[in-house]
């Protein structure tokens, strides 16, 4: 049996703007650090192609503890309705790995984006639980920057 987590967030900005501000590399210390308190983006690596991976190493600030290490490998990309891959998270602090897929969407709705986000394959409810804070929390960091976006090209 394995063990699915499902998050849906309306976003007041187009699935272009979504998309491309997720998966943008000049945006990811501004999605991942102070998106836990005390933790901040270490290192990162994006190649955006099937096939291609992303890599993002996350941990605390002070840099003295084991960080969390993730490891994406795109198997569909098509912007902007579509971004999945497979992921192997090695955790610090537990100093074990969880797999899982991971899959968004985004769905136009009169010119906002419904973010569908899935991630499956938890081989346990504990596993699936522990990402119940974080993924939230991301969507809400994500939420945050694409606004931002948004408001700094209102005036141009």
């Known amino acids: 049996m394995s063990y699915e987590l499902r998050i849906e967030r309306l976003i007041d900005a187009p ?15 501004e999605l991942f650090n102070d998106q836990v308190e005390g933790f901040k983006l270490w290192e990162f690596e994006i190649d955006l192609r099937v096939g291609g991976t992303w ?11 084991e ?7 795109f198997t569909d990309i098509d912007r902007p309705r579509r971004l ?20 968004f969407t985004f769905e136009e709705q009169d010119g906002k984006t419904l973010l569908t986000i899935v991630q499956s394959g938890f081989e346990s409810e504990e596993d699936r639980d522990a990402f119940m804070d974080g993924t939230p929390g991301f969507v809400d960091s994500l939420q945050r920057v694409v606004a931002s ?5 209102a005036g141009r």
């Open 55 to 65: 890599t993002i190493v996350f941990g605390p600030a002070d840099e003295h503890s």
């Open 84 to 103: 999945s891959y497979d992921a192997s998270m090695y955790v610090g602090e537990l100093k074990r790995t969880v797999d899982f897929a991971e899959t």
């Open 67 to 73: 960080p969390d290490r993730i490891t994406y490998v």
């Open 149 to 153: 976006r948004i408001s700094g090209t």
């Open 15 to 29: 699935p272009e703007v979504v998309f491309d501000t997720l998966v943008d590399p000049d945006a990811q210390d």
